[in-house]
């Protein structure tokens, strides 16, 4: 048993929570109230501390799993009495270094609650797909951009938890002079505009979508993508060709793809870079808090028919809009995607971000770790739960995140059972999130 923190710091509201929830009473949401304050009042500890370690693969973050040496000495048991507590978890390139900020920004807001002794190291794997059992690049998560795939899931030596740690969004960036965010785009413009059919600002296929905008007289269309595999390329060209046949039959969908027509760029911090300095460009970009300063940001079509904007609601409202779903209900992620959305506010490019950690820690490791961290780990991804990126995981997701908690084992028996404090949805998942 480990003594718990003294520090009864209560845990503030999150600026992007904030800005959520005065967002949703505009719109006229009625929303869940939430009450979490001090992150160990809905935690009975009942066994503590675990250190995972992951190989992750270049692409897709995934989790080749596999037990430490006690030769690395960074296993050790620690509390917050003396001892700083340190998380360290490993982030899928294919995401953006966006999210691995506010991965650690979450974990110095947890350490802010319980007294400054705890921090979350976040380190980009620089690995070529999925490592070896013999890699030695550990981590105690995975972040990443989805589930393992079946064949990923059987190169693993234990079952992997998987849960959703937060809601994000890719953004459409444009540079007009003269023309705010707002301009209403369509999955058809982009994919034209990407294959070269659609070549000025006020084409008629633009000028129908924005009627009283001035279009006349803007630079050519300038089309900016991403080289190398990239999630926020994977959502794009996923809703390009969801909505665009031609597209879907001539360049489909991918973390990488063979673009037609554009300037492509090695990140998206080049990508925004180049999009700021060449006036009629459109780009894209991954976001995890807001869209970028000085740009236009597009507002899309969505599969309602409606224009949505990136916004903290229109995220959310695309999640909330599947809650029901059988992925979230059963927390079986695979294949899952809000890109369906029909809910007529939500926006078409709102995706989830994920974190894997093994589900019975004690045996994924042949009790050659220490006990110490896991309930600080498993305390940190209860936490998430409760953190705004674009938007806060709706009730029903986070609800499946404490069930996949509350199953964490270390030899089978319980780590930490954490109160449900997000109501009854998805109590039937049991042992959900396993792959």
């Not at 413009?189 to 803007?218: E, F, H, K, R």
């Not at 489909?252 to 911090?269: I, N, R």
Request: some cysteine; glycine content about 12%; charged content about 10%.
């Amino acid at each position: 048993m480990v003594d718990e923190p003294t520090s009864g710091g209560q845990r503030s509201v999150p600026s992007g929570e904030a800005q959520f929830e005065a967002q949703a009473r505009a719109a006229g949401l009625v929303l869940p109230t939430r009450s979490k304050g001090d992150p160990w009042s809905a935690v009975v500890i009942v066994i503590a501390l675990v250190v995972l370690a992951a190989g992750i693969g270049e692409v897709t973050g995934w989790v080749n799993l596999r037990a430490p040496t006690t030769a690395s000495g960074s296993y050790q048991t620690q509390t917050c009495e003396g001892y700083p507590v340190r998380a360290d978890g490993t982030l899928a390139t294919a995401i953006g270094p966006a999210f691995s900020a506010w991965l650690e920004g979450a974990g110095t807001n947890l350490s802010a609650a319980v007294g400054g002794c705890f921090s979350v190291a976040i380190t980009p794997n620089a690995g070529d797909g999925y490592l070896s059992l013999s890699t030695s690049t550990g981590s105690e998560f995975a972040a990443t951009y989805a589930p393992p795939t079946a064949q990923e899931s059987g190169s693993l030596s234990s079952p992997v938890a998987v849960i959703p740690v937060t809601l994000c969004a890719v953004t459409v960036v444009y540079n007009l002079p003269g023309i705010a965010s707002g301009l209403n785009l369509t999955g058809a413009v982009l994919a034209g505009m990407y294959n070269g059919t659609i070549t000025s600002w006020d084409s008629a296929p633009i000028a129908s979508a924005n009627p009283g905008v001035d279009l006349a007289g803007l630079p050519a269309v300038a089309p900016l993508h991403l080289t190398g595999g990239a999630i926020a390329t994977d959502v794009l060209t996923g809703y390009l060709a969801a909505t665009d046949a031609a597209w879907s039959a001539s360049v489909g969908a991918g973390l990488t793809v063979d673009w037609p027509m554009g300037t492509g760029e090695s990140s998206e911090a080049a990508l925004l870079n180049a999009v700021a300095a060449t006036p009629g460009a459109v780009g894209y970009t991954e976001v995890f808090t807001t869209a970028s300063a000085g740009l236009g940001v597009a507002d899309l079509e969505n599969a309602a028919g409606a224009f949505s904007a990136p916004s903290t609601v229109d995220v959310w409202l695309a999640a909330e809009s599947l809650a029901n779903s059988t992925a979230v209900v059963s927390g079986n992620w695979t294949g899952f995607s809000l890109a369906g959305a029909t809910q007529p506010a939500s926006y078409p490019l709102s995706t989830l971000a994920y974190a894997g950690v093994y589900r019975d820690l004690g045996v994924a490791y042949s009790d050659s770790l220490s006990l110490g961290n896991a309930t600080w780990l498993l305390t940190y991804l209860y936490w998430l739960t409760g953190q705004s990126a674009v938007a806060p995981l709706p009730g029903a997701y986070a609800a499946e995140v404490v069930n996949v908690l509350n199953n964490e084992t270390y030899n089978g028996v319980p780590i930490v059972t954490l109160d449900n404090e997000y109501g009854e949805n998805g109590e039937s998942g049991g042992e959900t999130g396993e792959f």
